[in-house]
C-alpha cells in the first residue's frame, strides 16, 4: 500500500471562526494507482492535496493519520515535513506555470532544489536530461529563463521538476485547467508515462474535469463539501455511481454524439453550504433528491463492494436490498 488516509481533519482559521474544510478523510492509494480527485470547486479537493505535503498557516491540524510506504508523515510539523518533500511526496501544484522564478535560469533552478535536498546536480543530470526526453522537451530549455518557455512547456518543465528524486507519490493539483484541450491531452499521458516510466510510484490528480480522469484514472474519489462522498473504479464512478451526489455530477456531463434537442444538460440545483458553520448531517441533504430522516446524521464513509466506498444513507439502504 503506498498511501494510507485516516480521519484526516484540516481547517482553516478565520477571524469569524474555523472553516471545516476537511473532515473525517479516510482512503487509500495502492502503489501503481492513478487516483482521481474530483468535486465541485470549494469542496476541499485541493486542501486535501496540499495538507499532505505542506500545511501552510491558515491552514490548521485538527487530528488524523497519514502513512506513506508504511512510514508516518509528521505533516503538522513544516519542518520535519522538508526530509519528505520531493523525495517521498512532491506535488505540481496549481498555476504550475508561474511556480518558476523567473529571475533564475531552468537549470540554476533544478541545481539549487536537489541541492537543498542534498543531491549532486552532475550526477543526476543524466536524468534529468532523460525527463526532458520523456515529456518533449530540448535540453536547451535548461539554459532558458522561464519567460521563454510557452506555457504548455513550462507545465511540463515543472513536471519534470517535481518528479526529479523519484517520489513515491506525486499530486497533480489542477494542472491542465489552463490549457488548451491538445495540449491537456498530451500532459495526461505524460501522468500516466511518468507513473510507468517508475519516476513515481502513485499519483493523484486533483481536478474537476472528470472526463480528464477518464481517460487516465484507475480510480476516482469524489468530494462535497469538505468530506469523501465515493471512490471506486473509474468505470464504476461514471457507469455505476451509488451516491446521489455522483449521479448527478456524471449527469451533468456531455454525452459524445448526444444533440442537446435529444438530452438537456442540467446541473444541480442549489449551491454547496458554508463550510464556516456547515449543516447537521449529510452536506448533500439539502439538494439531494432522495434525502429522509435519517440524513441528518452523518453518513460514514463505508465499503458496500468491494473497493467501492461510498457515504449515503440511501446507499446503504439500496444496497441491503440488493
Not at 57 to 66: A, L, Y
Not at 124 to 133: G, N, Q, V
Not at 137 to 154: A, F, Q, R, T
Not at 216 to 231: C, F, N, R, V
Request: charged share 25%; net charge positive; with cysteine.
Amino acid at each position: 500500500m503506498s498511501l494510507r488516509v485516516e480521519n484526516l481533519t484540516v481547517y482553516y482559521q478565520t477571524l469569524k471562526g474555523d472553516v471545516r474544510a476537511l473532515e473525517r478523510a479516510t482512503f487509500s492509494i495502492a502503489d501503481g494507482e492513478i487516483m482521481g480527485l474530483a468535486g465541485e470547486s470549494g469542496c476541499g479537493k485541493t486542501t486535501l492535496g496540499h495538507s499532505l505535503v505542506r500545511l501552510a498557516p491558515p491552514m490548521r491540524f485538527v487530528e488524523g493519520r497519514v502513512t506513506l510506504d508504511g512510514e508516518e508523515l509528521p505533516i503538522w510539523d513544516t519542518e520535519r515535513m522538508n526530509d519528505f518533500r520531493f523525495k517521498k511526496i512532491s506535488i505540481i501544484p496549481q498555476y504550475a506555470m508561474n511556480a518558476m522564478n523567473p529571475t533564475r535560469k531552468i537549470g540554476r533552478m533544478a541545481a539549487e532544489l536537489l541541492r537543498s535536498r542534498r543531491v549532486d546536480f552532475r550526477a543526476k543530470l543524466p536524468e534529468l536530461r532523460s525527463r526532458l526526453d520523456l515529456v518533449n522537451l530540448s535540453h536547451d530549455v535548461l539554459n532558458m529563463y522561464p519567460i521563454e518557455l510557452s506555457g504548455g512547456m513550462k507545465q511540463r518543465m515543472v513536471m519534470v521538476l517535481s518528479t526529479l528524486l523519484n517520489p513515491s507519490l506525486l499530486i497533480a493539483d489542477e494542472i491542465t485547467s489552463a490549457l488548451d484541450v491538445s495540449s491537456q491531452k498530451a500532459v495526461a499521458e505524460m501522468l500516466v508515462a511518468f507513473r510507468d516510466q517508475g519516476c513515481c510510484k502513485s499519483v493523484m490528480v486533483i481536478t474537476h474535469d472528470i472526463s480528464i480522469l477518464y481517460q487516465i484514472a484507475d480510480t476516482i474519489l469524489i468530494m462535497y463539501a469538505g468530506q469523501l462522498a465515493e471512490k471506486a473504479a473509474t468505470a464504476t464512478i461514471i457507469h455505476s455511481p451509488r451516491h446521489p451526489y455522483t449521479r448527478l455530477l456524471i449527469s451533468s456531463l456531455p454525452k459524445v454524439g448526444v444533440k442537446q434537442s435529444e438530452r438537456r444538460l442540467t446541473g444541480i440545483p442549489g449551491s454547496p453550504p458554508l463550510l464556516l458553520d456547515p449543516p447537521i448531517g449529510c452536506r448533500f441533504r439539502e439538494r439531494c433528491p432522495v434525502a429522509f430522516d435519517r440524513c441528518t446524521e452523518v453518513p460514514p464513509f463505508t465499503e458496500i463492494d468491494r473497493d467501492h466506498f461510498v457515504a449515503c444513507w440511501k446507499a446503504f439502504e439500496e444496497h441491503a436490498r440488493a
